[in-house]
């Protein structure tokens, strides 16, 4: 059984860090492409960024590049999210899922975790 646990949300000021992790089970981890999806209160699913199996090519959305890192270590079977230059406008609820593109959640879902960029 697939299982996708996000941890490490919070709240922080603007240009505030923070770095969300994924524990990931019941799949080979190392072999399928990864990402973060983003869902903010009244909007829909964003896709943020994404990494293949082995980890050696991240791609990122536009609205986070040079403030965002994705990267995974395989041999936890965990993704992780490091933000840095927090912004009001990147407040959500952030989940990851299998694959590297596109902004669908896995199914099934994790329960994701909140990020919230406040002062």
């Known amino acids: 059984e697939v299982q996708l646990v996000e941890s490490g949300g919070g709240m922080v000021q603007p240009g505030g860090s923070l770095r969300l992790s994924c524990a990931a089970s019941?799949?080979?981890?190392?072999?399928?492409?990864m990402k973060w999806v983003r869902q903010a209160p009244g909007k829909g699913p964003e896709w943020v960024s994404g990494i293949n199996g082995g980890g050696g090519h991240p791609y990122y959305a536009e609205f986070v590049k040079g403030r965002f890192t994705i990267s995974r270590d395989n041999a936890k079977n965990t993704l992780y999210l490091q933000m840095n230059s927090l912004k009001p406008e990147d407040t959500a609820l952030y989940y990851c899922?299998?694959?590297?593109?596109?902004?669908?959640?896995?199914?099934?879902r994790g329960q994701g975790t909140q990020v919230t960029v406040s002062s």
């Open positions: 019941g799949f080979t981890f190392s072999t399928v492409g």
């Open positions: 899922a299998r694959g590297i593109y596109g902004r669908g959640f896995d199914q099934p």
